[in-house]
């Protein structure tokens, strides 16, 4: 597919909000960013406009997100860039950025984290192959 991949850099805005798509489950989350630059006469950071964007991840990144991640948080997150137009209360159309994340993770320039391997979801465990080499033996039969 052509859909642009972005890393952006900011914080977690707000709480992560987790729900189920059918049986899949889904984090959703708002990421706050505030470009900066430097301004020569005073050799000071000034912060821009701050962007708004609104992260999904889907499956085992869903539910690390939501086992890991806390507002105010420093995040990088990469992944597809979409937009969505919808028209609000007051019948303003209204154009949000969201991420289809990736990848998620702490942004270390600005603190340390600990990582803890997940152990693997049952499903994992069965379908993994057997060491002897015998499933892949079979599937090549299975397909001649």
Do not use: L, W, Y
């Given at each position: 597919m052509d859909e642009p991949l972005v890393t952006i850099t900011g914080?977690?805005?707000?709480?992560?909000r987790r729900r189920q798509a059918g049986e899949t489950p889904v984090a959703d989350f708002n990421v706050a960013v505030t470009p900066a630059t430097r301004d020569r006469s005073?050799?000071?950071w000034v912060p821009g406009v701050t962007q708004w964007y609104?992260?999904?991840a889907w499956r085992r990144l869903a539910v690390h997100c939501g086992d890991s991640l806390?507002?105010?948080?420093?995040?990088?997150?990469h992944g597809r860039l979409t937009h969505r137009t919808w028209v609000n209360n007051a019948g303003a159309s209204v154009t949000d950025a969201e991420i289809d994340a990736v990848y998620v993770g702490h942004d270390l320039r600005r603190g340390t984290a600990v990582f803890s391997r997940a152990a693997p979801s049952p499903s994992a465990l069965s379908s993994?192959?057997?060491?002897?080499?015998?499933a892949d033996e079979a599937s090549r039969e299975e397909a001649a």
């Open positions: 914080h977690i805005g707000g709480e992560i005073t050799d000071d609104r992260v999904t806390r507002s105010g948080e420093p995040v990088v997150v993994t192959a057997p060491s002897d080499g015998t």
